[in-house]
């Protein structure tokens, strides 16, 4: 297959290029509402509004360009500010939201490579857009669902990051990961976005995996209660339990064996294949790898977990490519990917 995935390209101020996106999207931005608020029910929604309203007054203090983009998409699309916010905040709810993930970064001869497979219910890959933020001096794409601040991205300082769900402790207080995520994709080295996730309160766990021109890898696992623990490379791999002492005790591991019962399989393929993590293809190679399937690093549907890799994504940070794949890269063709030229100056849409 060949399948690619449309782009966008937003200018202007955070909340003109929020209100770009929610015009854009607006009929979809209704249908992920619309879809949340039937999982979570009227009591869950309510709950999830005063727990959001909270970290939204957080968020206005601590990152007012963050709010304004997110004013402008719920301007955009016709919904409230704290509406978009319960869409990028799924702490927000007592229900997990399915998206294993396998994650690599790794230092090579080449530069450092940042790669990873993100899953999904079947179809989500239907959904998703790159979104390209072009600003004074920066450029950063993020793979977006329509709605949201973005999953994974790479900017156009040679910087690329990934992240993995890790069922742990819980905060209602401090700001979602799709908040930390915007945060990060604006730094240029890897020790920038440590700082970073070191300086702001989380809600719920998290591992991040960066790379960065020079061709530093590192990576962090976050535990509300244990805080920022580093994870270091050359090589580093993940999945979605803790690999770190400190935080597992943390993890609650009947919710992790019941949300990602694959975690365990892929991460152990994951290290039986680290002979390939030489560079951009041999990346490519073992996030394409069905070994074990269903649970599998390019993982298929199951019963037992209803998820599927809806994309792969790699970035190779000194030559500031990427190579993308809609769907599982096992069955669809990887496509290369460059940052948009930056002459352009305004809202674009096209296919990768």
């Known amino acids: 297959m060949s399948r690619r995935f449309p782009i966008v390209v937003l200018y202007g101020s955070p909340f003109e290029r929020g209100r770009q996106h929610g015009s854009l999207f607006s009929s979809s931005i209704r249908a992920a509402l619309d879809a949340l608020r039937e999982r ?13 309203a909270s970290s939204w007054t957080y968020l206005l203090g601590q990152q007012p360009q963050i ?32 998206t294993g993930c396998t994650s ?26 790159l979104i390209v933020h072009c600003e004074r001096g920066l450029q950063y794409t993020m793979i977006t669902s329509p709605g949201t601040l973005g999953w994974v ?76 623990i580093s994870l270091e490379g050359p090589a580093i791999v993940h999945t979605n339990h803790p690999v770190t002492d400190p935080l597992l005790p943390h993890e609650c591991v009947d919710v992790a064996a019941a949300v990602y019962p694959s975690s365990q399989a892929r991460l152990h393929t994951l290290n039986r294949l680290r002979h390939l993590l030489d560079g951009k293809e041999g990346v490519q190679r073992a996030l394409s790898d069905t070994s074990g ?60």
Not at 40 to 52: D, H, L, Y
Not at 170 to 189: D, E, F, H, M, Y
Request: charged share 20%.
């Open 67 to 98: 709010a304004a983009e997110i004013k402008g998409i719920a301007a955009g699309a016709g919904f409230s500010p704290l509406d978009i916010y319960c869409l990028n905040g799924f702490e927000f709810f007592d229900e997990p939201a399915p």
């Open 153 to 228: 991205g790479f900017n156009s300082r040679g910087f690329a990051f990934v992240t993995n769900d890790l069922m742990l402790d819980r905060s209602a207080t401090g700001i979602p990961s799709l908040v930390a995520r915007r945060l990060i994709i604006r730094q240029r080295r890897v020790e920038d976005a440590i700082a970073v996730l070191r300086s702001i309160d989380h809600m719920g766990g998290r591992c991040y995996l960066f790379g960065d021109e020079t061709g530093a890898v590192g990576g962090v696992e976050i535990s509300p209660k244990a805080g920022v």
């Open 104 to 129: 690599v970064a790794v230092s090579t001869s080449a530069g450092a490579v940042v790669g990873q497979n993100w899953g999904g219910p079947v179809g989500t890959e239907e959904q998703l857009v």
């Open 293 to 352: 399937a269903p649970d599998a690093i390019c993982k298929s549907f199951s019963a037992d977990e209803p998820t599927q890799t809806a994309f792969s994504f790699i970035f190779g940070c000194r030559l500031m490519e990427a190579a993308l794949s809609v769907g599982r890269p096992a069955t669809n063709a990887y496509h290369d990917y460059a940052p948009v030229d930056p002459v352009l100056r305004h809202v674009a849409v096209r296919s990768a």
């Open 40 to 52: 979570a029910g009227q009591p869950g929604w309510s709950a999830a509004e005063k727990v959001a």
